[in-house]
């Protein structure tokens, strides 16, 4: 069984950035490919971002990939997304968890709302 707490979301003016974490509790955390995601408003939730196992590999949706940047540290069980550039339409729940995604494994994600 795996669970993820994400943290440092917050409120950011446009311009902006935060490096958001994702720790995971289970052994078996470096096993998997790991995903971001995000849910702004009235909308479904989009993927973002993924990393392999290992991560050598990452992959960026294009909307954002001038702008975010996926890492991991499997020796602290812990996944990243670092967010420049940060605009008013990044506000949104953000959440991390497999790629693809675990449908039981969605924590409560972190909050980032960018505004003046």
């Known amino acids: 069984q795996e669970q993820f707490v994400e943290s440092g979301g917050a409120l950011v003016q446009p311009g902006g950035s935060l490096n958001l974490s994702c720790a995971g509790s289970?052994?078996?955390?470096?096993?998997?490919?790991m995903g971001w995601y995000r849910q702004a408003p009235g909308s479904e939730r989009d993927f973002l971002a993924a990393?392999?196992?290992?991560?050598?590999?990452?992959f960026i949706r294009e909307a954002v990939r001038d702008r975010f940047t996926i890492s991991r540290d499997n020796a602290k069980n812990t996944v990243y997304l670092q967010m420049n550039g940060l605009k008013s339409e990044d506000t949104a729940v953000y959440y991390c968890?497999?790629?693809?995604?675990?449908?039981?494994?969605w924590g409560q994600g972190t909050q980032v709302t960018v505004s003046t």
């Open positions: 990393i392999s196992w290992h991560g050598v590999t990452t």
């Open positions: 289970g052994n078996i955390f470096k096993q998997f490919d």
């Open positions: 968890n497999h790629y693809p995604a675990s449908r039981d494994y």
